[in-house]
């Protein structure tokens, strides 16, 4: 089913509000130098091991936020794949897990592999951001997520003609003489990634590498934690909207007068006053 805005997703909205809010307070605090994680010197030397979990609490700029709420809201829909309680869980397993391999692979880098004073590229730094929390749910959104619509371009040889006059096989064979290029309805999602990813170079790339990773390997199972679920007293069990239905259909209200017990059938005036009073 197709909801419009956050419906079904309460906690796809309470992350880009709290996110958005973070963010915001901040910049106006003037605190944002405190959430970026440098191997050197914060670890090494200060030992400021709370920037661990820090780094991917806020953006440090306008435009990353944007790009970062723009992604989440489109991969709302794992949420409602998942459930509420499965997605907690995997975003509480996701930052937890990201967050420390990305200190490891910063750690892979500390020999000075990419010297700054040579003026190349240092692997010492991540920019602040949940990154690679979304390209771990970017990765969920990839594998389980079916394309709506595609749109294939044939290659420039063919002639355009070939839709209209050409048979169906015949097209089918100019398709397939080279190689042709598939769209997919999920393009602006990867697109606003890519964009995401590319924001700050080669730290925001690293987190992207690692979150896309980390996704893969929790659909695989090989994490710790791939099948811990946050506790269930955290959730309302009421279930919501849908939690009266599921209630009225487990009391057999939808049932017919057969199966309700009733020997007879309902008059039909009670039938047509029943449908104007919401009853089915």
Not at 153 to 172: K, V
Not at 180 to 187: A, E, R, V, Y
Not at 216 to 223: C, Q, S
Request: with cysteine.
């Amino acid at each position: 089913m197709n909801l419009s805005g956050f419906r079904g997703t309460p906690l796809t909205r309470l992350l880009v509000f709290a996110l958005l809010l973070a963010s915001l307070l901040t910049s106006l605090t003037n605190t944002k130098h405190y959430f970026h994680l440098q191997l050197r010197p914060h670890l090494l030397h200060y030992h400021q091991f709370t920037r661990i979990f820090l780094w991917q609490t806020i953006y440090a700029n306008s435009g990353e936020l944007l790009f970062a709420c723009a992604v989440l809201y489109n991969l709302r829909v794992m949420e409602r794949m998942f459930g509420t309680r499965k997605f907690a869980s995997f975003m509480v397993v996701s930052w937890v897990g990201t967050c420390l391999a990305g200190v490891a692979v910063l750690g892979v880098g500390k020999d000075e592999w990419w010297e700054e004073s040579a003026g190349r590229w240092e692997w010492n730094y991540l920019p602040p951001g949940p990154t690679a929390v979304v390209f771990a749910l970017l990765a969920q959104y990839h594998a389980a997520v079916p394309s709506i619509y595609n749109i294939q371009f044939l290659p420039s040889g063919s002639s355009s003609s070939s839709y209209s006059s050409q048979p169906q096989a015949t097209q089918s064979q100019s398709a397939s003489e080279g190689l042709d290029i598939t769209l997919t309805d999920k393009l602006p999602t990867y697109i606003l990634a890519t964009q995401l990813a590319f924001s700050q170079p080669p730290g925001s790339l690293l987190a992207a590498a690692v979150g896309w990773i980390f996704g893969y390997a929790y659909r695989a199972e090989i994490v710790p934690g791939a099948r811990w679920r946050v506790p269930g007293w955290l959730f309302d069990r009421s279930g919501g909207e849908y939690e009266n239905l599921r209630r009225r259909l487990a009391a057999g209200e939808f049932a017919g007068p057969e199966e309700r017990g009733e020997g007879a059938r309902r008059p039909l005036m009670g039938q047509i006053l029943d449908q104007f009073r919401g009853a089915f």
